[in-house]
């Protein structure tokens, strides 16, 4: 089922597959800032990785000597959200555990995201509660992907660092980190999207220090990702002249390619003690519109559903 939020600036489409916002249009001028999902380069808009950010290696992780398997970026994604609250202006959709999820994942959850529209801004806001008795573990992320002209080809990607190079990790074609850093070399704090930018998938950023990443092109800027997140991914469908970007500010990331499959001991992982809950916090600004996406500072879902 899809929900819209407005006011007199903007449209906002969310589905409640996934909770996902598949559409953010501008009314002035109908400009569409969310990629529109199609499936022959990425079926998605703006999915939510959860309990799983990237991939398990082995797509198998390990629980008190238990093996749970469960394929990349988690089931989040494809999972249908309950309605908690609606308002011209917010939604707040949860998703809880069952014996479905805990075929895949052993713990009791409740995943809590909110979208709150207000004058340009878009707040999402993602809350994970521990329901069990079990410390829990989980990643949370973000991969929105952002419209960025015709093509991305060209497009600029800015980052908040006085450093004049941003050190970067790729994925293996197993999808698991590796251990070699390379670099990309800044001019100004900018970095041009060529042909061949995404031709080894993603680029995983972490530890960096950085908490902000702009995308812009032919000089018009598209949006400005915040966020306090360790970990940030850059990806784009590589090869098929797609106009996106994604920007992914990250809570965990994939296994290390010698990951030994232990929920206890991911790098960047999370953990949550018994009935505890987490927050993290994102910003995105779109132009104008302003997009918090894991648990962001300020705004607390069930204050809102009050």
Request: a negative charge; charged letters at 25%; aromatic letters at 12%.
């Amino acid at each position: 089922m899809q929900y819209k939020l407005y006011n007199d600036d903007f449209d906002i489409i969310i589905d409640s597959k996934g909770c996902e916002i598949i559409s953010v249009v501008r009314k002035q001028d109908s400009k569409q800032y969310i990629w529109n999902g199609n499936p022959d380069a990425w079926k998605r808009h703006t999915p939510v990785l959860f309990p799983l950010v990237g991939r398990y290696k082995n797509d198998t992780s390990v629980y008190k000597g238990k093996e749970y398997h469960m394929t990349q970026h988690g089931f989040a994604r494809d999972s249908e959200f309950t309605l908690v609250h609606k308002e011209d202006n917010v939604i707040i959709m949860s998703l809880t555990s069952s014996e479905a999820t805990k075929q895949k994942y052993p713990f009791d959850f409740e995943l809590m995201i909110t979208h709150r529209l207000s004058g340009n801004n878009i707040s999402t806001i993602w809350e994970v509660k521990n329901t069990g008795d079990d410390v829990m573990y989980f990643s949370i992320g973000g991969h929105p992907a952002f419209v960025c002209g015709d093509n991305a080809i060209g497009a600029q990607l800015r980052f908040g660092t006085d450093n004049d190079n941003v050190a970067y990790k790729l994925l293996s074609e197993d999808g698991l980190l590796m251990p070699e850093e390379h670099y990309l070399t800044l001019v100004n704090n900018n970095v041009t999207i060529t042909k061949e930018f995404f031709d080894k998938d993603a680029l995983i950023v972490e530890n960096s220090g950085i908490k902000k990443v702009s995308l812009s092109k032919d000089c018009e800027p598209v949006v400005e990702v915040m966020f306090n997140a360790p970990v940030f991914g850059l990806w784009s469908a590589a090869g098929k002249g797609v106009p996106f970007v994604c920007i992914e500010p990250w809570y965990g990331r994939t296994d290390a390619i010698d990951s030994d499959g232990s929920l206890d001991a991911r790098e960047w992982g999370n953990e949550l003690a018994g009935v505890k809950h987490l927050q993290g916090d994102i910003d995105v600004s779109f132009y104008n519109v302003y997009l918090m996406i894991p648990g962001s500072k300020g705004l607390n879902p069930h204050e809102l559903a009050k």
